[in-house]
């Protein structure tokens, strides 16, 4: 079946400008997970969503950076008046939902902010 | 708070050799651990895991990890290394949170 799938690809902005991630979770899994790689910070959590519960925003560095999900699968990750050090790559994941199922990870969208 | 340590950033070795990456966790209760893939330009693929029940894993491709809670290791393994091994690996744990923490990844280089 399909995985999960983000767009862009690659996005390159400029700083100061909104950006706009999307992630497509695979279907019928309930938890979806962003998560932020980076050469010096390594691979970060940055907000989980699980079914109609509020999300666990408690990665998120700083208030320029949101997310929602959508019917409970699609999701977006909004960040605005982005930094260069919001360069990174975006990892979106989904899982069944449950403590210790497998998350299932995008191919990632590359965030260059010139 | 929890947290993972992978040790050796690089780790290379010969075509047919053994492979073994360290992971080790830290947390006050007993972590679920994961091993992740990733290939240049890709996502994470799992390897394996450990939920409980049999602490030695076996995952794809030849892989396996045991986990020993006096040790709080989780380290990775394989007997014979294959060029297509070549990739960064990481080493994560969950306590409950449901999100991840990742170690800081091994990038495991294998030479003809």
């Known amino acids: 079946g399909a995985g999960v799938s983000q767009s862009p690809s690659n996005k390159v902005t400029e700083k100061g400008k909104d950006v706009e991630l999307r992630c497509d979770p695979i279907s019928g899994h309930t938890a979806l997970y962003w998560y932020r790689q980076s050469l010096g910070q390594g691979l970060e959590f940055l907000i989980y969503f699980q079914g109609n519960s509020a999300p666990d925003k408690s990665g998120l560095p700083s208030d320029r950076f949101s997310a929602e999900r959508t019917g409970g699968s699609v999701s977006t990750l909004t960040i605005q008046r982005t930094q260069q050090e919001d360069s990174a790559v975006y990892l979106c994941?989904?899982?069944?939902?449950?403590?210790?199922?497998?998350?299932?990870f995008g191919p990632g969208t590359r965030l260059t902010v010139l | 708070a929890q947290s993972v340590t992978q040790l050796g950033s690089h780790v290379s070795v010969s075509e047919g050799a053994l492979v073994l990456l360290r992971c080790n966790y830290s947390?006050?209760?007993?972590?679920?651990l994961f091993w992740y893939v990733q290939y240049p330009n890709q996502g994470l693929q799992l390897l394996l895991k450990y939920t409980t029940g049999a602490t030695l894993v076996k995952g794809i491709n030849g892989f396996e990890a045991e986990f020993k809670k006096s040790e709080t290791s989780f380290h990775l393994t394989k007997p014979s290394a294959h060029m297509s091994d070549a990739a960064e690996y990481f080493c994560a744990s969950d306590t409950g949170r449901r999100a991840l923490t990742f170690g800081s990844g091994t990038r495991l280089q294998v030479q003809p």
């Open positions: 994941a989904s899982s069944p939902g449950e403590y210790g199922d497998t998350q299932y």
């Open positions: 947390s006050s209760v007993p972590p679920y």
